[in-house]
């Protein structure tokens, strides 16, 4: 189910040593993370954060500089702990390849809107849509992940309602912002998914009998 409703294919470079992350399942399966650094045409850098099994960083033996090819998922998490952004977007590796590849950055996901989307524009005029996307996974589960449309795209997205079902390409993207926390401020990443491309728009059921499947190019 995930492959269908959530792919990740990227390549880039790991930015830092590859680091211990967390034990997972029932057999208490180690897992570690790397920031992966993914440079786009425009010569700007995202940092992608990808947990990966131990047993596949160390049989690639896996360090800083190394360029890697990662296929995989976006997960999400909530973090409770009241120390840097409150949610973590990381993607799940299934696949790990050494490559020399060039970087790339390519997401499709398919879910349903949490809430009405957000438009706004930016100071020069140009469109901007924001949504959160539940994207179902097995078990039961879903990741609830932020996306953001631009331009004519967004316009598109904007005429969503809650509960519409939406397939996408797109690619991970970082930035960086200041949080104020008490009399200090500090420096963040947020990570959102920047849609390239709508594949299909699905109209909840309460909205099935007007309007059917749109499919926006």
Known sequence: MDAVNNSAALCGTIAEAP??????????ERYYSFPLEITRLSGVADRVNVVAREAEVLALALAREE???VAGEIRSFNNK???????????????????????????????VLC????????P???QICDIILAVNRRYGRSDYLPIIAW???AADLAECRTGDAITLHGRIQS????????????????YEISVVRLE????NEVDSEVGGVVGRG
């Open 151 to 153: 331009g004519r795209t």
């Open 81 to 111: 702990s009241g120390r840097g952004s409150r949610l973590i977007i990381t993607v799940f590796a299934r696949e790990i390849a050494l490559c020399a590849d060039e970087d790339s950055n390519d997401v499709r996901l398919s879910g």
């Open 200 to 203: 299909e728009v699905r109209q």
């Open 124 to 126: 020069m005029g140009r």
């Open 19 to 28: 680091q211990f992350s967390h034990l997972g399942g029932t057999n208490g």
């Open 175 to 190: 930035r960086k912002y200041i949080k104020t926390v008490g009399d200090s401020t500090e420096e963040r990443t947020a």
């Open 115 to 122: 809430k009405d989307p957000t438009l706004r524009k930016t």
């Open 67 to 69: 360029r890697v090819s």
